[in-house]
């Protein structure tokens, strides 16, 4: 069982001792997880300013090593993605060691998505469309990401889910999303933290996972999106298990940037 999304102090928003994170996926049966902490200042330009990647790869080494015989610890990061920053993006994620690295689409021309959210519930087919479009310019601008995190995030912390707007929408977007990624051979994620914001379902959607199996896609990876050491693994058996019953029949995660397959 994997986890490849998890948050510790390194993210703005999460205290979590590191070690914490080993100790509760351990105890909670995972076998691979990863560090994925936040890096949004490419896309915000306010966040994350003093974020220490020498510190955090130092603590990553020295837990790998200390629990190398209970489970496999990956160092990754999610990466808030910019289509205006690109260039920056991709080389930062060349010139760094991470095992895996995580795309996400936090912020909106600089605006971010959790902020703006009373905005987009006020207007939401304007701002979904445009959330989307941004999304798009990103996967084809941003080349060196393993996995686009959380695809349909923007449902995630509307208080009213009510006015998230019908499929049909923005379906020709995540379409022409869906392809970019299988067309440059990375991965999208099936994030359980959605569970945990009031929705029925993970992100992404059925519609979107089983949009992604039709066009040939099958490179997913899982996590729970975790700030907290009781929240990690969560919903990840129910995960695998319905990804079964879509008809995938793996799932994959990244070491030294390069995908290995877990068959389900």
């Given at each position: ?10 993210s703005f928003d999460s205290n ?236 994959s995660y990244f070491e030294n ?8």
């Open positions: 069982m994997q986890d490849l999304h998890l948050h510790s102090h390194f979590t001792n590191p070690e914490e994170n080993v100790k509760s996926a351990i105890k909670n049966k995972i076998k691979i997880m990863a560090f994925t902490d936040h890096l949004d200042n490419f896309c915000q330009n306010d966040r994350d300013i003093s974020f220490d990647l020498d510190e955090y790869f130092s603590t990553i080494y020295k837990l790998r090593e200390k629990y190398k015989n209970q489970i496999k610890i990956l160092a990754g990061i999610e990466i808030g993605l910019a289509y205006e920053n690109a260039d920056k993006i991709d080389k930062f994620i060349d010139e760094n060691p991470f095992d895996f690295v995580i795309g996400s689409i936090h912020a909106v021309e600089f605006k971010d998505v959790w902020l703006n959210r009373k905005n987009i519930e006020n207007n939401p087919k304007y701002f979904f469309k445009k959330y989307y479009e941004y999304m798009l310019e990103c996967v084809k601008s941003c080349k060196n990401f393993s996995s686009l995190g959380h695809i349909d995030y923007i449902d995630r912390y509307l208080e009213d889910k009510s006015v998230i707007p019908d499929f049909s929408l923005y379906e020709d977007l995540i379409e022409e999303i869906l392809k970019e990624l299988i067309k440059t051979n990375r991965a999208f994620e099936y994030n359980t933290a959605g569970f945990r914001n009031n929705l029925s379902y993970a992100n992404p959607k059925d519609k979107i996972l089983e949009k992604y199996k039709n066009l040939g896609g099958e490179t997913i990876t899982l996590g729970s999106d975790s700030h907290f050491p009781d929240t990690i693994s969560y919903k990840i058996n129910d995960g695998i298990k319905h990804l079964k019953d879509l008809g995938f029949d793996h799932i940037k390069k995908e290995k397959i877990i068959e389900i």
